[in-house]
């Protein structure tokens, strides 16, 4: 059986899943077979190209007629467009796998995954939370859930980026609430948010995030529309900081900026134990720092080796991986759970669980005051 | 004229003045001369050992005689000490050095300071903030004020220390809260608030820091008491995490801790900038990370040049200094200014500014909200 | 027009080559059109899970039926298979990409190299020195033709690799004299040579290498055959070291093992002008250190930009590439060459001048002495 | 007992020795008690500033006065100055430190050690090779000696400085080869052999080193003297390569430069056995990097641990020391040996093999081939 998929979106992230899907054959050879039977956007022209390049064999300008024609439904537009075309196809039966933040607001999230919830197990609603596919995440996880770490007690995450230090970059739909939600926050704040939850997030570690302290703020008010004489109200944050309490107690600090001169694409993440610690950075995602086993420092790990995560897929050891083979895992553990009938993680209760915290940390940042999730 | 010393403390802090106090002659000849003439403490027999290895040729076990008989008087002892003597000095017009945190509660520095401000500026009141007498700090601050990292954004300080994290590590003066005052929060939050307002404080840069909210988590509750079977109460916190708001409107995130597996002294300060950012590491307190000049990513300078602040003083460029090299800048520093009648800082206001965004931390952590500084 | 493809070899550098033809499509869509049509082994069932896999159309057991029926041949066998097809290709009038290095003697290397000049200018003959291709050698190159680094006067190359280091790790073809030619030197020094040549050989910086003194050594003698009892003597080296002078009087050094505990794939250059410095190291190939402009200190550049070699193709600021990315730009540029008629580099007389060093480097190190190249 | 010292030489060696001597009451107070009693010269002015700095009670611009006078005889002046008190002082009997290299040539050096052999042990003759006092080094060699790497297999040596880069930097008796021997070689390479011998030099690790292949180069003919109009002849190497091989048939690298633009005192040692590596860079003295115990990568190790070598001496962990400290560490050992009449190393025999190994170094560069060491 072949699966065929529909893929709404086709800049940054249609072009980055078009790559992935298209690369399965050769590295996961039991991955299931699919096609790329259909790309759907507003602009025909731009559209047309886009398929062409990205390997899709038709293309449509109207969503409904997709979601329920298709085997999978991919959704990667913009944050505003996850909400509806996503309920629908999962009311059709189709599986979705839908980019982050899950919707530009917790209620829209909420309605996502409770339909998610209704359609069952057997229709997979993945959430694009492609950093959990990084081999030295998944390495970081292996440790962290042998105990290696002990109690955990402290975490770090942040995420750094640049493109916005200029006040003269241009305004796009991530500076507007109404299509965006919010800016760094969401944005970066969302894969943070999950990563934590991943790594540290389980009963027998630090559990949920428990309670939070939110900061958000906004350094350029307006920016140019590119192309034109005219600017455009920034009505998002460019960076926010959040303090959090874990379950067990463990204290956290969360930090995302576009507007860290230096940093292109810095997802940092720090989690110390009682018996050991551990850094990750995403622009030398080939790499852990850990420090266990009664070692005095951290040790650097280049995790490439045979038998981490993914690995035997790809290159020998010390041939490195570069940031799109997350989308590639992460394709091929979706598209297996959706032919198999399994359940897929992350899934829509993941991306809505990351959004009650980024709403929680917006509603800290305009009450003045921590605030505890249910 | 030499000036008569007379120094409460022989321990750490002890040691590490009484070596830059020694250090002085060879090699900053310009310094003024000093004779260490009485050493102050409880237990006679250490203290008399401390005197011969430390270069002082009296003893005292009453500091209500010495700090009216000297010229200068360094109070290094634990900080509920710290009040009462440095006060009596202050009242009896001797120039006061004092360890950081500048007290236990605000309460009493507040009152430390006001004395101060009574004694007044002939009369300097030193507060022990070494790390502004880093070499790559007083660049770091050279570049701040030449306007080349532009408007102040973000900033991000960290100090991590690791020998609380074994459960079994022994209680000391320093788990308590009538005699530290707090653990991680005053003990190394004191240094990073200090080193911020050091370096971003200024009007034309961030300003001071307008409101804070603060998180305190006690991870051991209880440590043996050494050499016996006992155990006591920790009664302040092992870690703390803060965010901060600049007057300018810049944001902050702080953190300590003394349970930090795998880092020792790990002091961090970041800074982000509209057209630059830099970042400084106490444990490789030569080298600084600078992104300015719009250069694309971060130059590390080792800054052991010889027009870097202080350097003429010691070595050829390379040829690198430690963390001892702190204490004699700020002794020459404290030193000069009471031989020459002039102003010093850090000084007792800046001990107090601390120890008031230490204690809004406190006091946000316990409402759980953001609490504002006057 | 489609280029017919035929390869020879399908294991490690085959899949590298046949993902990068795959992935030119999409990423490069003015590439010429091509077929993978024919692969070429010995093993019949391997071949045909391979061609599967590797998405070629048909399998063949004889080069010599392929070499002239198809318009482009990829020579990736081990290097004792590289002559014989290679030739035959070309005196077919067939352009070949050959794998590095380009012969296991300097002898075979002579021959391969006139016969492709014979073949002229529109028959290309590439030699497979892929880093070549990395964007940060690719933005290095830029500067120092952009004379930044000024005179060039020191360089530093080394291959560091670790899975030899093991006394049992089992005995390959890439231990026999025979079959490989050398050892560490062949397989990890040509690549060296070739980046040193590639950056500074040109006449306005150093010029060709003129003399070396060489080392090699094999730390254990005998091997295990896999699956056996018996061990097979290892005939090539483990390390090489070798002294370099180039024509303009700069000094070199270079290195290469496969016993370096704790290396996986680490190659590293490293080059100082009388302006400026510059260091790579494959391990973090997105990432070039540089010191120029009269900045202090080597500033880490993450050559992920917009405008940076290549990065045009593929994903926003500080989305990292991968080891494999090397191959995409390497295929797309001989591939280009091909279909356009131009000429192509690295070619066979690059891969014969890297020969010639390292052979070079052996004959000194027979004879003790140093040896100059014509 | 009291050691009176007299001590040749007052500008950057002087002065490290002074500041050496006059700090180890505090911080090592079973050292033996010494007083700084002549400092030798010869430009009276100079001299007399210098003592009265340096702490010396008196000054002679006759060292053959001083040699027999004193109870430590340590020659600090320039290489050229070495032979003759130094021999003077043994041949009275009074232990003589000399700083590095031993001699200008390796004949001066033998005569030299010669001796200080027929002076005996109870006279002994230093030769100031202080990087083996770096703490880090010290537990290197721990690891070493407990067989933690294993078999020894390849090691790598390279210091690396910059302040001739400049071509208009000016000439002093470093630049001739009468006054200083050879340059770079000389000069930064007697460190580098030295550690080398110290770290691996022992029969069951390397052995010795015996044969070299060397290379020097001049890059800038001549240069402007200082305050004048004039340029002088350099008459010794800006940089020197070298290989080597041990006795147990391991291979090293070497390489020394003063125009390494971007490396102010970068002194490197890397170490491979079968079992692990280590890396060690002066410019980040507190640090070692250590592969070992199976682990996969290097772990930073912050050697500012209590039990670490010299480091009860000094602070708490993550304090860390600077370049000053080696020579602190040099001087209590060396005048511990003197007081309590035991042997001390490195010593004259040690600063004759560095001799031996640059010699030969030289001498193949002229041959244009390996030379053995007897």
Redesign the interface.
Known sequence: MTLEIGVLGYR?MG??H??AM??L???F?DAPEIERIVLVGRDEEALSDAAD???FSSVSTDWTEVVDEVDVFYNLGPNHVHREPSIAALEAGTPVFCEKPLAPTLEEADEMAETAREAGDDVPAGCAFNYRFVPAIQYAKRLLEAGELG?I??V?GRYL?D?L?D?EAPWSWRNDEEMAGSGALGDLGSHTVDLLRFLVGSDDLAGEIERV?G?L?T?VDERPVEGGDETRSVTVDD?Y???L?FEN?A???L?G?R????????HTIEI??????LQFS?????ELEV?R?G????????V??EDDPYVDH????????????TFIHENYEFLSAVANGDAFEPNFDDGLAAQQVLDAIERSDE????VSLE
Chains 1, 2, 3, 4 share one sequence.
């Not at 507007?259 to 810095?266: P, R, S, Y």
């Open positions: 940054f072009k980055a078009a790559n298209a690369r054959p050769m590295f050879p390049r990205l390997g109690e007690q402290q770090r980026q493109w230090v006040p302290s900061h703020q350094f960076a900081t959040a303090q309490e107690g204290v956290g600090s930090e900026t507007v860290a001169a230096g940093h292109k694409n810095d110390h134990g009682s018996e050991g610690s995403l622009e030398r995602l080939n420090l086993d070692n005095r420092g951290y040790e650097t790990i280049l490439t080796d790809w290159w020998p050891p010390g041939h490195v991986l570069g940031w799109e083979h009450q003045g005051e921590w």
